[in-house]
T-cell receptor
């Protein structure tokens, strides 16, 4: 029972490099989310997708782009990584509004 | 005022103690409330939803006070395994969930 799967788990990037974080869920959920978590800052929403074909900005979207490839997959792209984007990134999904949200195991990204 | 505020702690309590966390929220239209638990270097996981009438799950009791716009989590008979960060989560309508920064609990033998 996979739930929410995100890759890679760990990544080190150089400033200016690009990369894509992949996320897939097998629970047939409509809504998917990307959060970042930094010490002392809590979880902050980057982008979300309420349903296939739609995406919306969250609290901290600058420097990121997303793609809702299909109902299962929601990717997060860093076009030109900056040290300020060093963080733990969590993908999440939710089914029926009001229901609980499920998280992936996280992706630890360091930008040097 | 931040949407969801929690005392960051840490709360250091001995095994067997009772500990309570409070969380305040600013949006009076908030409809759904949850407590999540996050272990070190792990993803957050749902601990329990919070219902208007209050609800209990074993040693855990959650309460909601809409008039004062706060929710609480009470843990009785604390175990070492309860050591974690507890996140207060609030949702309004179909908007994404808003997470508090979390309260860190350390249960000491």
């Amino acid at each position: 029972n996979a739930g929410v799967t995100q890759t890679p788990k760990f990544q080190v990037l150089k400033t200016g490099q690009s990369m894509t974080l992949q996320c897939a869920q097998d629970m047939n959920h409509n809504s998917m989310y990307w959060y970042r978590q930094d010490p002392g800052m809590g979880l902050r929403l980057i982008y979300y997708s309420a349903s296939e074909g739609t995406t919306d900005k969250g609290e901290v979207p600058n420097g990121y782009n997303v793609s809702r490839l299909n109902k299962r997959e929601f990717s997060l792209r860093l076009e030109s990584a900056a040290p300020s984007q060093t963080s733990v990134y969590f993908c999440a999904s939710r089914g029926i509004p009001g229901n609980t949200i499920y998280f992936g195991e996280g992706s630890w990204l360091t930008v040097v | 005022r931040k949407e969801v505020e929690q005392d960051p702690g840490p709360f250091n309590v001995p095994e067997g103690a009772t500990v309570a966390f409070n969380c305040t929220y600013s949006n009076s239209a908030s409809q759904s409330f949850f407590w999540y638990r996050q272990d070190c270097r792990k993803e957050p996981k749902l601990l329990m939803s919070v219902y208007s009438s209050g609800n209990e799950d074993g040693r855990f009791t959650a309460q909601l006070n809409r008039a004062s716009q706060y929710i609480s989590l009470l843990i009785r008979d604390s175990k070492l395994s309860d050591s974690a960060t507890y996140l207060c989560v609030v949702r309004s309508g179909n908007t994404p969930l808003v997470f508090g920064k979390g309260t860190r609990l350390s249960v000491i033998a």
